[in-house]
């Protein structure tokens, strides 16, 4: 029989359309990553592969502190996870040890996500030293922004959910942009731990029946806020992209054209310190 | 799948267990709130919760429950006690009462009770006394026969025969009840303990292990005729627990696990 080639031509045909469409329904997206490229033109001369890797710092900065803490009541300074470097180094505030269930899935998967940050942070303090350039000291973070988040187990669950899947997205926006492979290699692991954590923490918002709070319009919220376990577009199964600027967004406390706010009091280190309009969902 | 319910004169015997505990809890708090069965901070809504303090009633008052229902005629005031809880939403849902005492009083969470860290206001002869209580939708707790959370817990085995009559003894830790499966052809033998904090689980499974070994779990839920009780059906039990001697229960639901319970197979 000869359906395995009619299978491939069909397969080949859906494929070629599907790639147009996707491209074309990818407009918002790409608008988005070139808007994010204009403006590292426009406002630096050169945006080289340690700005992005920089920024992904003070984005795991803000992870380690936020579930060090709740786990030890600890800062990760405390544990000795390297926090010196350029920019303005600042203190962690807020926060407090959460109580968890021992043994319970959720607190064996929170300890390992804490590790995995600070994990992070090092392995990212150690790329940008090993390709020559000093690392950003951690800025000052506010773990209180919101207002919540170590109250309860249910607190928890809510803000890492909200990081999680920020950062998943901020992630998306930078690897495509990554030349250098050696960053690149690094990158791309750091966004499947990453999406392993949204995932791990979307399935628990739902068991442990959380309501979830949206950071923007391109936010999908599992249950029982939302309806997917998972973030991705149900149309293409991609998770959502947000640029630096609009990870700055919803890590400013929803504020746009800010340089400072929310999670950062005294704003990101490295080039990458505005935020943007909220990212919209893609259509 | 069938489900097995227990005698309505069991629970009756355990109201003792759920009076006055003698487990010492650290109180750093003016009122500080726990699982009556196994003492964790963090409970569920719809579980049977006690809270330690000082001065919290006058008189020590129990409930009458000789007549259990689904509401089990619970007050909401007792002994001139009354006792609320308020989330987030800074409305205050008055809890039922098992019991009150100067230094404790069981109370049913109400089913309402707002996820995350709520706060408990006791009510007492002009007196109002605040803690903090954290509540989440799954925290399993086994009751046991001694009240302290850990040994021997709390329920009853019942062997079925292959006729399908059954015969239910209670679980004591003084008798040495003969819980052993496959003693007699064509018998099975199961489990039912009384818990707290796991009837809003999902439809995961209920996951229970004997000395490691894998029991199957027909029913975890509600006991639907005590506020708050809820009820654990392991079984049957398999063969291969025969003459193990003592060794640990574990029950997880939705990832949570209960407090680890010892039972003794003969």
């Known amino acids: 029989m000869n359906t395995s080639e009619k299978g491939s031509g069909y397969v080949i045909h859906e494929d070629r359309n599907s790639r147009r469409s996707f ?43 936020f579930y060090t803490v709740a786990l030890t009541g600890k800062t990760i300074d405390q544990l000795n996870v390297g926090i010196a470097g350029t920019g303005t180094a600042g203190a962690t505030t807020g926060g407090k040890q959460v109580t968890f269930i ?42 209180n922004a919101l207002g919540s988040g170590f109250g309860s187990q249910e607190e928890f669950i809510a803000l890492a959910r909200s990081l999680e899947d920020v950062v998943v997205s901020a992630y998306c926006s930078l690897l495509p942009v990554l ?18 954590h949204a995932a791990n923490l979307r399935l628990h918002a739902a068991l442990y029946n959380v309501a979830t709070t949206a950071v923007d319009a391109a936010d999908i919220l599992p249950p029982p806020s939302g309806t997917q376990f998972f973030s991705a577009d149900n149309s ?44 919209t969902p893609l259509l | 799948m069938k489900t097995y319910f227990p005698l309505k004169s069991f629970w009756l015997t355990l109201i003792p267990a759920l009076g006055l505990a003698s487990v010492m809890v650290a109180q750093t708090e003016t009122l500080t709130s726990a699982s009556a069965a ?10 049977i919760v006690t809270a330690w303090g000082t001065s919290l009633a006058s008189t020590t008052a129990a409930a009458n429950v000789t007549d259990p229902g689904p509401n089990a005629g619970l007050p909401t005031s007792l002994g001139n006690v009354r006792l609320a809880v ?25 089913a309402t009770a707002a996820l995350g860290a709520d706060t408990v206001a006791v009510f007492s ?27 021997m817990p709390a329920g009853q085995v019942l062997r079925v025969n292959a006729e399908g009559q059954s015969t239910a003894n209670s ?55 005590f506020p708050g009780l809820d009820q654990i059906n392991l079984g049957p039990l398999p063969p291969t627990l025969a003459g193990i001697g003592t060794v640990n229960l574990t029950m997880a639901v939705d990832g949570v696990p209960a407090n680890t319970v010892q039972i003794t197979f003969r």
Do not use: C, W
């Open chain 1, 179 to 196: 030349q250098n492979k050696a960053y690149l290699a690094i990158a791309v692991r750091l966004l499947a731990a990453e999406g392993e």
């Open chain 2, 171 to 225: 679980l004591t830790s003084t008798t040495n009840t003969d819980i052993s499966p496959g003693n007699s052809p064509g018998d099975q033998v199961y489990l039912v303990l009384y818990g707290t904090g796991f009837r809003n689980h999902s439809l995961n499974p209920v996951i229970a292990t004997a000395g490691g070994i894998a029991v199957p779990v027909p029913y975890a839920g509600a006991q639907n005729e």
């Open chain 2, 86 to 110: 308020t989330g987030s939403s800074q409305i205050a849902v008055p809890a039922t009462l098992y019991l009150v005492s100067p230094g404790q009083i069981n109370y049913v969470l109400p």
């Open chain 2, 38 to 47: 196994n003492y964790r901070p963090i409970v569920a809504p719809n579980s």
């Open chain 1, 236 to 279: 293409y199964g991609l998770t959502t992209v947000r640029t630096p600027g609009q990870v700055l967004y919803a890590a400013y406390g929803q504020q746009a054209n800010q340089t400072s706010g929310g999670f950062f009091p005294a704003g990101t280190n490295g080039i990458f310190n505005a935020s943007s309009s909220a990212a």
């Open chain 1, 23 to 65: 491209v074309r329904r990818m407009g918002l997206a790409g608008a988005g990553l070139g808007a994010f490229l204009a403006s590292v033109d426009s406002s630096k001369a050169q945006t080289t592969d340690a700005d992005l890797i920089q920024f992904a710092l003070n984005l795991e900065y803000l992870e380690a502190e």
């Open chain 1, 102 to 143: 021992t043994g319970s899935t959720l607190a064996l998967s929170a300890a390992e996500i804490a590790a995995n940050e600070r994990a992070h942070v090092s392995l990212l303090r150690a790329a940008l030293n090993n390709g020559g350039t000093v690392p950003i000291a951690k800025p000052a973070i506010n773990l």
């Open chain 2, 125 to 151: 002869n002009g007196t109002t006394l605040h803690g903090p209580v954290l509540v989440s939708n799954i925290s399993p707790a086994i009751f046991t026969v001694d009240g302290s959370g850990a040994g």
